[in-house]
């Protein structure tokens, strides 16, 4: 089936450290990828439509200065947390296609 | 905009007995239809779906019904095993949005006892 893999699966930072999540499709192109945040115990909230070639598309109230996404080609999504802090420590998940839509395995981040 | 509701919130199930799911959405645009199982530590994995244009579709032991009238769907597990324990999320898509947007219920943590 469909695997989409996400990269690092953990990282622990400073606090003001920039991280870079990659998300890759492995054996289909995906022209449209997803960010979302999942808090524990919580459903995933999307973050922002990432579109290759073009601006990613940020739901409401998701800061476009502080996740920066690039989906410089159609296999390949990163999102940038710049300048994190504490606040920013959660689980970070990727997916990719439409209809269906398949998940990386998640980024757990904690920022020290 | 759409919003999808899922009840309940947690489901206590013996090993073998059936587990039904429930969700509602109030788009009535929405046109896709998945359930997703996440395991702890994981991401969710697509383990069924459904379309707008079809009532029922089964996959050995997981089943979803659709009812476009009331906006209902639900998700339908028999003979449950321990490996079915997780938590199962719902969502709804609307043909509206382009980039096949997905929009979550809020999630049912499912417990299989052995």
């Known amino acids: 089936g469909a695997v989409v893999s996400q990269h690092p699966s953990w990282v622990i930072c400073k606090s003001g450290t920039s991280v870079k999540i990659e998300c890759r499709s492995l054996?289909?192109?995906?022209?449209?990828m997803f960010w979302y945040r999942q808090f524990p115990k919580q459903s995933l909230m999307l973050m922002a439509t990432?579109?290759?070639?073009?601006?990613?598309?940020?739901e409401q109230g998701v800061e476009k200065d502080k996740f920066l996404i690039n989906h410089a080609s159609l296999t390949l999504s990163t999102l940038t947390v710049t300048s994190a802090h504490p606040e920013d420590s959660s689980f970070y998940i990727c997916?990719?296609?439409?209809?269906?839509?398949?998940f990386g395995d998640g980024t757990r981040l904690s920022i020290l | 905009g759409e919003n999808v509701e899922q009840h309940p919130s947690t489901l206590s199930v013996q090993e073998g007995d059936s587990a039904v799911i429930k969700c509602t959405y109030s788009?009535?645009?929405?046109?896709?239809f998945p359930w997703y199982k996440q395991e702890l530590g994981k991401g969710p994995q697509l383990i069924i779906d459904?379309?707008?244009?079809?009532g029922e579709k089964k996959d050995q032991r997981i089943a979803v019904t659709l009812n476009k009238t009331a906006k209902h769907f639900s998700l339908h597990i028999t003979e449950t095993q321990p490996e079915d324990s997780a938590v199962y999320f719902c969502?709804?898509?609307?043909?509206?949005?382009?980039?096949?947007?997905?929009?979550f219920g809020q999630g049912t943590t499912l417990q299989v006892k052995p």
């Open positions: 990432s579109n290759e070639g073009s601006k990613a598309t940020y």
């Open positions: 997916s990719a296609g439409v209809q269906p839509q398949h």
């Open positions: 459904i379309r707008s244009n079809v």
């Open positions: 788009d009535s645009a929405s046109n896709y």
């Open positions: 054996d289909f192109q995906a022209t449209t």
């Open positions: 969502a709804a898509s609307s043909r509206t949005s382009n980039t096949g947007k997905l929009i």
